[in-house]
């Protein structure tokens, strides 16, 4: 029987999560024959890939494990996603975990749209409650048109294309491969862009599907990691750039959404790199600036990029630190 969903989960350091996430994925017999999980050890140091293999071992015709030197978390997506099998494809980190799985996937064997969304549960560890993001404003299971649909009127605009909410054909992205930026942080940044741009329908399901655990000190989203991996910024930036460069036949309304993905993407990491020590901003900034300007004259220089691209040096950087310091406070 043809997989209907291939679920790509990637292992390091989830010792204590990891059965939480694949308990997530084990449905009844004959759901498990329509499901793939692929689950890619890397190089992982404690006992998650010794349990990852026992559940394997329990369901060798729908589980799979891939043993490889670390490599990050965008290596693991990689050659998760040459190996996928299934008709969707669906990613989900080792410390979360799914919900509602076996209604989901009898709903996507009805379903051809290029991109599935449905709704995300955020898990704060800090004082163990879940709260639903639930994606609003849009009709549910009605087929959009992907390169007319206004993201501007859903309130979580371009997040919902990335892989908390959506589950994505697999052919859109089998010929972009490798699709993600390796050995960096934010490698996921281009599923906020290329979907858009890579599919052509899209529908909306009224159900919640993934669980995100929040509130870790070590996650990507909390600042000091953010600037401590400031550095990841400018390959990840450029490997944007050149993706959009790759795909310059869009339409107007694709054109937008992408302008203001880079832009929003460009300004949200310029600030958070100007609170860095002069040294290590001017390092990055005198990088990344001409790159953009000189390759993506389409997207639009934040406040702060701009300034620094009028006033470089260390007056520039200086000035701006007088800003994030006294405006924003007052802000």
């Not at 000091?224 to 107007?252: C, G, M, Q, T, W």
């Not at 300004?267 to 002069?278: C, E, I, T």
Request: overall charge neutral; charged content about 25%; aromatic content about 16%.
């Amino acid at each position: 029987m043809d997989k209907i969903l291939t679920i790509i989960i990637p292992v390091y350091k989830v010792e204590q999560y990891i059965r939480q996430c694949l308990d997530s994925v084990i449905l009844d017999e004959k759901q498990m024959k329509w499901l793939e999980v692929i689950i890619v050890n890397d190089g992982t140091p404690d006992r998650s890939g010794i349990i990852a293999h026992e559940y394997e071992s329990k369901y060798p015709q729908s589980i799979k494990v891939i043993d490889k030197e670390n490599g990050g978390h965008g290596s693991a997506w990689n050659v998760g996603l040459k190996n996928a099998k299934g008709k969707y494809i669906r990613f989900l980190d080792s410390d979360d975990w799914l919900s509602n799985l076996s209604s989901f996937i009898v709903e996507l064997s009805t379903r051809d749209e290029d991109l599935v969304f449905t709704h995300i549960a955020k898990f704060d560890v800090r004082n163990q409650s879940s709260l639903v993001s639930k994606i609003s404003n849009v009709v549910f299971n009605q087929a959009y048109d992907t390169s007319s649909f206004d993201i501007n009127k859903i309130d979580e605009n371009y997040y919902i294309y990335n892989f908390w909410y959506c589950t994505y054909k697999s052919d859109i992205f089998q010929r972009e491969q490798p699709l993600f930026v390796e050995k960096v942080f934010y490698d996921d940044a281009i599923l906020f862009m290329a979907p858009y741009i890579l599919g052509s329908s899209m529908v909306f399901l009224d159900m919640t599907l993934y669980n995100y655990r929040i509130g870790q000190s070590g996650q990507s989203i909390n600042e000091n990691v953010k600037r401590k991996h400031a550095y990841d910024y400018i390959k990840v930036s450029k490997s944007l750039v050149e993706f959009a460069n790759r795909h310059p036949n869009i339409n107007k309304n694709q054109s937008e959404q992408r302008n203001f993905f880079l832009y929003e993407y460009m300004k949200f990491r310029f600030s958070l790199f100007s609170q860095l020590p002069y040294q290590e901003f001017r390092t990055i900034a005198d990088d990344i600036l001409p790159y953009i300007i000189k390759n993506a004259p389409y997207i639009k220089l934040s406040p702060k990029a701009k300034f620094y691209s009028i006033l470089p040096g260390y007056l520039g950087w200086y000035c701006i630190q007088l800003f994030n310091r006294y405006i924003l406070k007052i802000k």
